[in-house]
């Protein structure tokens, strides 16, 4: 069954027209920590409409986004439609757990950006995680961003903005307050909320899969309380 988040993400919203706002900060601060090359196969999981496929397509030897989203696929296949090595896939909103279509491939890069939030369980984060390990090789790397490791006590939607006016998109800001403060997000949120898991959690989680995986220290997105975490494949 189809839970609200998969069915916000799936039809027009808020973020449309702002999440290149935070995506563009990742961008310019991941590769301290993960440098694609020529050779480099990269999983972009949540891909959206394809912000990190923008920026690597022409850097690396392949690169494969998934998402619930058919219409943000569907963007992004016209954006790419001339470059051979984008592939996007798409992720049923039920069964969202299921990539078979991905079966014989293997990466050297995953990045889930902005996603596991969204998630119902700890259990589907093992889920992922374990299926992420049968993608990838010795010596990959797996990113995992924004994660909500505590309830923060203010209104996140309030912190973004703060970041989005200190990066000088004021007017980003004022209209994406607006949108998301009188909008189905602010509804969705409050009915629904997000997963949280401490980082004694991942921790946990890491170490019962047997996943070598720490905490970078620096923010990696416009969310400064968000964590995120990186791991190497053994």
């Known amino acids: 069954m189809e839970n609200n988040w998969t069915k ?11 999440m290149d706002v935070n995506f563009n900060y990742f961008i310019s601060r991941f590769t301290r920590y993960i440098k694609p090359t020529k050779e480099s196969v990269i999983l972009d999981i949540g891909s ?11 850097k690396v030897k392949e690169i494969h986004g998934v998402d619930i989203s058919e219409r943000y696929n ?23 757990l299921n990539f078979s279509m991905l079966d ?13 939030q969204y998630y119902k ?30 309830q923060s006590k203010f209104n996140e939607i309030i912190e973004i903005l703060l970041e989005y ?15 998301l403060r009188f909008s189905r997000y602010y509804d969705v949120k409050k009915n629904n909320g997000f997963l949280i898991l ?8 890491l170490a019962q899969l047997n996943l ?10 416009l969310h400064k309380r968000r964590k995120n975490i990186l791991i190497t494949i053994d």
């Not at 916000?8 to 027209?17: A, G």
């Not at 000088?168 to 949108?179: E, Q, T």
């Not at 070598?212 to 997105?221: A, C, Q, R, V």
Request: proline share 2%; with cysteine; charged share 30%.
């Open 8 to 18: 916000f993400w799936r039809e027009k919203n808020e973020f449309d027209t702002s």
């Open 48 to 58: 959206g409409p394809g912000h990190l496929e923008d920026a690597y397509f022409d």
């Open 74 to 96: 569907a963007a992004a296949r016209e954006k790419h439609k001339d470059h051979p090595n984008v592939f996007f896939h798409d992720l049923s909103a039920t069964d969202y």
């Open 104 to 116: 014989g491939k293997k990466f050297d890069i995953i990045i889930v950006m902005s996603v596991l």
């Open 121 to 150: 369980n700890k259990e589907e984060v093992v889920q992922l995680l374990q299926k992420m390990c049968s993608l990838t090789r010795p010596g990959s790397k797996v990113l995992l961003c924004d994660l909500i490791v505590q």
């Open 165 to 179: 006016l200190k990066a000088g998109k004021i007017l980003v800001a004022l209209s994406l307050f607006f949108r």
């Open 198 to 205: 401490t980082e004694q959690d991942w921790k946990h989680m």
């Open 212 to 221: 070598k995986g720490t905490f970078i220290k620096e923010k990696l997105t």
